[in-house]
């Protein structure tokens, strides 16, 4: 049961010195054997006893530098080390974004590592070491691990100078700031030790940080994956425009002569983070409910239309915290005159139990109004930012113009077309 940990153990006190370490506690064997994954301090640790070259580095960078690019936060995750080395969140869905290929990747590294471990640790006088058993132990770690929701996270990666390597820790999922991280440094005789420095989000703007934590947006198709899924739309002034969710023609009808209006979300302003920095980017999910292209004459014609609800994810890095970011994202492709209100909401992503918010959106029929009934749904634990009725008059009023919901600053625009 306590094999796993005579590993760690063993090859710790071979292969460096370590300063005011805190020890990990990893799983069993068994746990192991189970596919359980291995703890986050276990994960940093086993990172930073390796012996990683630029080459390394560079992978890393490129994989959290192509998350990033697709939208998600700067991220790399277990799975895509291990089976597509330097390949990124989203990256799977475009066939055509190249990945490079590595000679050496990380998961050669760790696989060697684990291997040497558990020879080191099973040595015993002259008693050859099981070659067999080796291999299998090391498949079922590594089989825990890319199964596993773990990930590296580097913040500000974009900051990053090409050849610093970075400190190593972990998120210790608590509402705490501040970890220990392990940094590799070599001492006047050439000689590589290993030594704690205390991290917090001020240290890791200044030098480059990995942080393993876990993945809670890869489930998810950002408003970037959306777009480059999906065909775009050219509307006002040749703007191109990402319709969320499922992609709904816009075209106008041939029968009308009133001009097409689209409501978009023009931009978003972050103003605060919601999660800890060691969990990293916040993930709004924006939604909408209407009904679209509502044309209806008589209270018959009502039963006829069911709303449409959009409901796509912002990610929204900390180091964009305070700036105002560009989407151009559609909300409601075909709003007619007879649409009075529609229901909006925005939450940040926390997990949780999936619920909903029974709300209505109303139209007009005759100068009546009517209640549509529109469920949107969202998570238990995540945290309401804002939600309510927004009604024609106030897109009228505030077209182009930032409203402020909460702790988040969005901009609407009317587009005719």
């Known amino acids: 049961m306590e094999r796993v940990r005579l590993i760690f153990a063993v090859l710790w006190i071979f292969s460096v010195s370590v300063t005011g370490c805190i020890d990990p506690i990893p799983a069993s064997e068994d746990d192991y054997q189970n596919n359980a994954p291995p703890s986050l301090s276990e994960v940093a640790l086993l990172l930073s006893s390796l012996e990683m070259g630029g080459d390394h580095l560079e ?3 490129n994989a959290v530098s192509s998350s990033s690019e697709n939208g998600y936060d700067e991220e790399y995750t277990m799975s895509n080390l291990f089976s597509v080395p330097g390949s990124g969140v989203g990256d799977a869905l475009l066939p055509t974004k190249s990945v490079k290929t590595y000679g050496n990747p990380l998961s050669d590294l760790i696989r060697d590592y684990l291997s040497s471990s558990y020879v ?3 040595s015993s006088g002259e008693a050859a070491v099981d070659a067999g058993e080796a291999e299998a132990f090391v498949e079922k770690y590594v089989a825990a691990l890319s199964s596993s929701d773990i990930q590296i996270y580097w913040p500000f990666s974009e900051d990053w100078d090409g050849r610093t390597m970075p400190v190593i820790t972990f998120d210790p999922e608590d509402d705490t700031s501040v970890n220990f991280g392990y940094r590799t440094v070599k001492d006047e005789n050439g000689e590589t030790r290993i030594d704690t420095v205390t991290v917090d989000e001020r240290f890791a703007e200044e030098n480059p940080v990995w942080v393993v934590n876990r993945n809670n947006d890869d489930q998810h198709l950002s408003l970037e994956m959306l777009r480059n899924l999906g065909p775009g739309t050219v509307i006002g002034g040749g703007e ?3 319709m969320p969710g499922k992609i ?3 075209s106008r009808l041939s029968d009308e002569d009133a001009p097409l209006r689209t409501l978009l979300v023009k931009d978003f302003m972050m103003k605060r983070n919601y999660d800890s920095w060691f969990a990293g980017a916040s993930e709004f999910f924006i939604k909408c409910g209407a009904v679209e292209d ?3 004459s008589t209270e018959a014609e009502l039963q006829l239309y069911s709303p449409a609800v959009t409901d796509f994810m912002i990610v929204v890095k900390r180091s964009k915290k305070g700036e105002k970011i560009p989407f151009n994202a559609v909300l409601v492709s075909n709003w007619t ?3 009075d209100n529609c229901a909006f909401m925005i939450v940040e992503d926390d997990g949780g139990t ?7 959106a109303l139209v007009r029929i005759a100068s009546k109004s009517y209640g549509i009934e529109i469920d949107l749904p969202f998570r238990t634990r995540d945290d ?3 939600r309510g009725s927004l009604s024609s008059r106030y897109f009228e009023a505030n077209n182009n113009v930032t409203g402020y919901f909460g702790d988040v600053e969005v901009t609407f625009e009317i587009v005719e077309h």
């Open 354 to 360: 999936t619920t909903s918010w029974e709300c209505t």
């Open 59 to 61: 992978e890393v960078h």
């Open 240 to 242: 191109v425009v990402m």
């Open 337 to 339: 005159g007879q649409m």
């Open 384 to 386: 309401i930012v804002w």
């Open 120 to 122: 080191l640790s099973k």
């Open 294 to 296: 509502f044309r209806a």
């Open 248 to 250: 709904r023609s816009v």
